[in-house]
């Protein structure tokens, strides 16, 4: 069995998680300062795609997870079928 594929993959959804957590601080940054006082439409775009950026990150993480879980246990059930 090979970990690195979740670690990746995990990895990955981290990389996705903090892009996607910078997305929506910049959306709320722009909407706190006075001379941007009226939210646009590309505004509230912006942050609808990084909290569905910021949701698949973190189903993908969740997935990976699961996955070294899968692999560990399949490694045990094969020692404890040979052992």
Same mark, same amino acid.
């Given at each position: 069995?090979?970990f ?11 990389? *996705?998680?903090e892009?996607? *957590? ?6 709320? !940054?722009?909407?706190? !300062?006075?001379l941007?006082?009226?939210?646009? *439409?590309?505004?509230s ?26 692999? !560990? ?11």
């Amino acid at each position: 069995m090979n970990f690195a594929i979740p670690e990746a993959g995990m990895q990955a959804a981290t990389s *996705a998680f903090e892009e996607a *957590a910078k997305g929506i601080s910049r959306a709320f !940054n722009v909407g706190s !300062n006075p001379l941007h006082a009226q939210s646009s *439409a590309a505004d509230s775009a912006d942050l609808s795609t990084s909290v569905v950026s910021l949701l698949e990150a973190k189903d993908s993480f969740a997935g990976n997870v699961k996955t070294a879980q899968v692999e !560990n246990e399949i490694i045990q059930n094969t020692f404890s079928i040979l052992g």
